[in-house]
């Protein structure tokens, strides 16, 4: 009790904290990209900020880890907290946590898995556009032969990757742009399918729940003509026992 205790003091103390870090890395990261005429100290300031953010949650994910009791059931259960170490550019995604939080406020326990999910795929396809995005221009803007010059033409181009749909009016030309495009199109690809079946899952538990009310309403009938039957009987028994009386 006393870890545990100790482990979320922690995690209170420094989500705040973390989640500005994770927007400072955000912006960290683009700046760079998105304006072409940085200097160089202004580029190694931003380098700098990235690694003492991802400095920042390395040592919190160490210290949680070692508060907590059960040390495979944390890693298992805060997968995405250690994808956000191994990965910086993840980071951000931390964010959600604070928005899937506000969404569950007064909100059933049986439906908190699929809102923290809903929340999930939703970050998930904002950061892999915005980060999709940021990458390919980095590495397409200043190829020779590249079509991706501009913020707009890399968004563009990784809707269109995401959703598998490929006009090819914009296409990578490096070796490393075309692992980003592998990279998008797969999840594309996994984040519709786990739309789909959240979507499906949520009919599904809806058909259920309006047969459980049906089979409830169909016994309650049952359950009344029976009663009325009873009754009827018993009047008629009534009736019976008076007419040989008089």
């Known amino acids: 009790m006393k870890e545990q205790s100790a482990q979320v003091r922690w995690e209170h103390l420094t989500q705040r904290p973390l989640m500005a870090l994770a927007?400072?890395?955000a912006v960290a990261?683009?700046?760079?990209?998105?304006?072409?005429?940085?200097?160089?100290?202004?580029?190694?300031?931003?380098?700098?900020?990235?690694?003492?953010?991802?400095?920042a949650f390395a040592v919190d994910y160490l210290v949680r880890l070692s508060l907590s009791r059960d040390r495979r059931r944390f890693v298992r259960n805060h997968w995405l907290d250690l994808c956000?170490?191994?990965?910086?550019?993840?980071?951000?995604?931390?964010?959600?946590?604070?928005?899937?939080?506000?969404?569950?406020?007064?909100?059933?326990?049986?439906?908190?898995?699929?809102?923290?999910l809903t929340t999930y795929v939703a970050g998930a396809v904002v950061g892999l556009l915005?980060?999709?995005?940021?990458?390919?221009l980095s590495v397409e803007r200043d190829s020779p032969d590249g079509n991706?010059?501009?913020?707009?033409?890399?968004?563009?181009?990784?809707?269109?990757?995401?959703?598998?749909v490929g006009y090819g009016d914009h296409a990578p030309t490096t070796g490393l742009g075309r692992i980003i495009a592998v990279g998008l199109m797969l999840s594309g690809i996994a984040l519709l399918g786990v739309v789909t079946a959240?979507?499906?899952?949520?009919?599904?538990?809806?058909?259920?729940?309006?047969?459980?009310?049906?089979?409830r309403q169909t016994e309650a009938i049952v359950a009344l003509t029976e009663e009325v039957k009873a009754l009827r009987a018993q009047v008629t028994a009534l009736q019976e026992q008076r007419s040989v009386r008089h």
């Open 23 to 25: 927007v400072l890395f």
């Open 198 to 215: 959240n979507i499906a899952a949520w009919f599904i538990a809806r058909f259920e729940k309006d047969d459980v009310e049906e089979r």
């Open 29 to 55: 990261y683009a700046v760079p990209i998105v304006d072409d005429t940085a200097g160089r100290s202004l580029t190694r300031v931003c380098t700098a900020v990235e690694w003492t953010v991802w400095g």
């Open 148 to 164: 991706i010059r501009t913020l707009g033409d890399a968004v563009w181009w990784s809707f269109t990757t995401m959703t598998t």
């Open 84 to 116: 956000a170490v191994l990965l910086p550019m993840l980071q951000p995604l931390r964010l959600l946590r604070l928005v899937a939080t506000l969404l569950l406020v007064q909100r059933r326990a049986r439906m908190a898995s699929q809102i923290r």
């Open 130 to 136: 915005m980060f999709g995005s940021l990458a390919v």
